[in-house]
């Protein structure tokens, strides 16, 4: 079939009342950005509230259906075929021809929904309806009319051209990215902050990111693979600012005054410190952590209730309460999985203790963290100092 | 200052080899198959660096095949000299610390109903030519050792290898992975009762890519890889004349001047040994002795550092070394044969190789050790619970 364009049908959108045109240029944005990857020439456009993706001359249809079905906002994608205007006989020909190349001689419920976007057509919409059906009746004995709940909904709309429509392809859902404000994930190689980072951006949040690199404990190619990561999900997300801070100093002086069993908890809180400040300073509203209730000590809510109290900034952690293989299913659709489960050490789990607490208090949280009044100041200053920014995309 | 002492991994290709290979790429770039001159000069070119190589070993030139590499080689003797032999037995003898190209295909046989006999080496990682006598059979038909061992650098007397198998019966097939020691020592293979042996070349300052195998007239055996039978029908496939070439010149540099290019690289070696060995906490596996090892490879364990910190502290300040032996993957694996030598358990996963190249000087040794030492200093203290 040679479909010439693409309806985008909105979802929640619809609904946003006087933003709405907010709403819908942060979509076709969107679409632009996606599409500048895909083979071809597209023009999006938006006119009495719908939303349509023109091809110019050859494209790729299904890297063009790819792209368009990794965009927050879409409900759904409608592939449709351009016909000339030259006149009802015409048209009811191109109607048919249509139905066999797509249905064939299938036995189907169907409903004729004609709209005239140029009101100067010389039959009614009403009364193209019923001559439609009608010749659909005729040629195709397995065709059955039902106006209630069709299985087909031939949509037909006559415009300069007329576009004929009626499959519906599944878009991701969501709200598209650039209407929520922005948000800074905390990214490490790992399988759920990527899947979190995604299930922000879907509420049309636009990510940034900040992970921690300890050279010599991590390697060049840990730090790789958190870069391939980020541009993962930035097919979702957009462009992404990776913030890459090197935490070397910070963990080994932790090491050096605390007690062991309580490091990962204190480096959760001075990691937390730093990405708080890494999102005031690029405008953030908010964290983004893959963190899940009980998945390992950290994740406990003792442990969740430590490391929350240093921020001031709302935490979102979007998987809260998912199980560790919903996570993994989500990783997998989205892609990021088979990067994520790369052997490369993280800084989460150089020094962790064969026993660290899951039930830590806060009062001797601060009491050892006490210890490093010396020069913690000194190391943070360094580390936001020393960050390094890549622009992924 | 950038110290690269992973040579046991690879080499960089030397200048004159490189401009070599670029010149066949570009100029004449001939297939040594086809009939007019373009392709009678790309023959040429093969047929000089089979004399070169041929050479090196005092071999015949007839008794080069040149294959992609030292996995080829290996698999190519090994499985197609097993098969061959296969009327007159299926027992297989090898060791315990050979390369995976090597220990991997003798898997395979195994899985094809080969028996395989895996000799113990002692904790210097030497395979006994006692424990090697044992082990010979009526129906054993092919023996494979490697000279020297790419992770501890430890030299095997292959000789008096050659001598015991051919006693025992002329017609078991010896097959040697030469890979790290082809260009660090002369090699006899006709003298040494070698009937195979393996070589790389990207070990040797040639491209990667690039390889051969020694293969005694005498013996007869299948190609690996069918196809339009070149070389004599052993290895199809249209010669990969550039890498051949610039193997071929490689190998020639490796042995001009070769006893004083492996004296420096046995100075440093002693120079790092001794230096390294009086830090507690650092410790050195395989031979001390130069005699009994290759001038290249020091194996060092640094107890309570895991090698992985200490490959990357050093990568911080230029230095590039392998941790444990890393030829074959970055998955991080224990060392087959760092469990042979009975290494200390705490010290398997704490261990890095350096390997020189005939160009490393005093300088950058010093440099290293230096550098090693601030660094174990720096980390040791920092274990992992």
Excluded: W
């Excluded at chain 1, 879409?74 to 191109?94: M, N, Q, R, T, Y």
């Excluded at chain 1, 059906?133 to 005729?138: D, K, P």
């Excluded at chain 2, 007239?217 to 029908?233: A, D, S």
């Amino acid at each position: 079939m040679n479909y010439k364009a693409f309806l985008i049908k909105y979802g929640e959108i619809g609904v946003k009342g006087k933003n709405r045109y907010l709403f819908e240029n942060a979509l076709l944005n969107q679409i632009r950005y996606a599409l500048a990857k895909v083979d071809g020439e597209f023009e999006v456009t938006k006119e009495q509230g719908r939303v349509y993706v023109e091809v110019i001359g050859e494209y790729d249809y299904l890297d063009t259906v790819d792209a368009l079905k990794r965009v927050f906002g879409i409900a759904a994608i409608c592939p449709v075929v351009h016909v000339e205007d030259s006149g009802k006989e015409a048209l009811f020909e191109d109607v048919k021809k249509y139905i066999k190349e797509t249905y064939g001689q299938k036995e189907h419920t169907f409903k004729v929904n004609v709209r005239r976007a140029r009101k100067d057509y010389p039959i009614k919409s009403m009364e193209l309806n019923a001559m439609i059906g009608e010749q659909i009746l005729e040629a195709f004995e397995n065709m059955k009319v039902d106006v209630h709940n069709p299985e087909i909904m031939l949509n037909i709309e006559i415009r300069k051209k007329i576009y004929i429509y009626s499959e519906e392809i599944k878009g991701p859902g969501g709200m598209p990215v650039g209407t929520a404000g922005k948000a800074m994930l905390l990214l490490s190689g790992g399988i759920d902050s990527p899947v979190a980072g995604y299930m922000v951006s879907k509420r049309g949040v636009e990510i940034d990111a900040v992970y921690f690199h300890a050279p010599p404990y991590t390697s060049e190619r840990a730090k790789q693979k958190v870069v391939d990561l980020a541009r993962e999900i930035s097919v979702y997300t957009g462009p992404i600012k990776l913030h890459v801070v090197n935490f070397t100093d910070i963990q080994l002086y932790i090491y050096d005054q605390c007690p062991h069993d309580e490091l990962t908890i204190i480096m959760r809180r001075y990691m937390m410190k730093i990405a708080e400040h890494f999102a005031n300073e690029n405008k953030c509203l908010g964290l983004v952590t893959g963190e899940s209730i009980g998945q390992v000590a950290s994740q406990t809510m003792y442990s969740l209730a430590c490391t929350n109290e240093v921020c001031e900034m709302p935490v979102y952690r979007p998987l809260i309460a998912f199980d560790k293989q919903d996570i993994v299913d989500i990783s997998e659709k989205i892609g990021t999985y088979e990067t994520s489960i790369l052997p490369f050490e993280d800084c989460c789990t150089i020094f962790v203790a064969k026993h660290p607490v899951t039930k830590p208090s806060l009062k001797v949280i601060k009491r050892s963290e006490v210890k490093l009044a010396e020069k913690i100041d000194e190391l943070m200053k360094t580390a936001i100092e020393t960050t390094e920014v890549i622009e992924v995309k | 200052m950038e110290c690269y002492l992973d040579n046991s991994a690879t080499t960089r290709v030397k200048k004159e080899v490189a401009d070599l290979t670029y010149k066949l790429m570009t100029q004449d770039y001939g297939n040594p198959s086809s009939m007019h001159l373009i392709g009678m000069k790309a023959e040429n070119y093969v047929k000089e660096a089979r004399n070169q190589i041929a050479a090196t070993l005092k071999a015949k030139p007839l008794e080069i095949i040149f294959t992609s590499g030292g996995t080829e080689s290996n698999n190519l003797a090994i499985i197609q000299a097993a098969f061959a032999k296969k009327r007159s037995g299926n027992h297989i003898i090898t060791s315990k610390i050979e390369h995976p190209s090597v220990s991997n295909t003798m898997k395979y046989l195994e899985e094809n109903g080969f028996e395989v006999t895996y000799l113990d080496v002692d904790s210097q990682g030497k395979v006994l030519a006692s424990e090697l006598e044992k082990a010979l059979r009526p129906d054993t038909i092919l023996v494979s050792i490697m000279h020297v061992n790419n992770e501890i650098g430890s030299l095997m007397p292959i000789d008096e290898f050659g001598k015991i198998i051919k006693n025992y019966n002329k017609n078991i097939l010896f097959h040697v992975d030469a890979i790290q020691s082809y260009g660090k020592y002369n090699i006899r293979p006709d003298r040494m009762g070698i009937d195979l042996l393996s070589v790389s070349g990207h070990k040797i300052h040639a491209p990667k890519g690039s390889g051969f195998l020694y293969k005694n007239e005498k013996v007869n055996f299948k190609p690996l890889i069918h196809g339009g039978g070149q070389q004599e029908g052993y290895r199809s496939g249209t010669e990969n004349v550039p890498a051949i070439a610039g193997l071929g010149l490689a190998a020639k540099l490796m042995y001009d001047n070769l006893d004083e290019k492996t004296r420096n690289m046995r100075e440093l070696r002693a120079f790092f040994i001794e230096n390294m060995s009086a830090t507690e906490g650092i410790s050195i596996n395989g031979p001390l002795n130069n005699d009994e090892a290759a001038p290249h490879i020091i194996s060092v364990s640094f107890k309570g550092m895991r090698s992985e910190v200490m490959l990357h502290a050093l990568e911080e300040r230029g230095i590039y070394v392998s941790a444990g032996s890393a030829c074959s993957s970055n998955k991080p694996a224990i060392s087959k044969t760092l469990l042979a030598i009975n290494l200390d358990k705490d010290l398997l996963d704490s261990t890095v190789r350096y390997s020189l190249n005939g160009d490393n000087n005093k300088e950058e040794i010093i440099y290293a050790i230096e550098n090693t030492k601030e660094i174990y200093a720096k980390y040791k203290k920092y274990m992992r619970h």
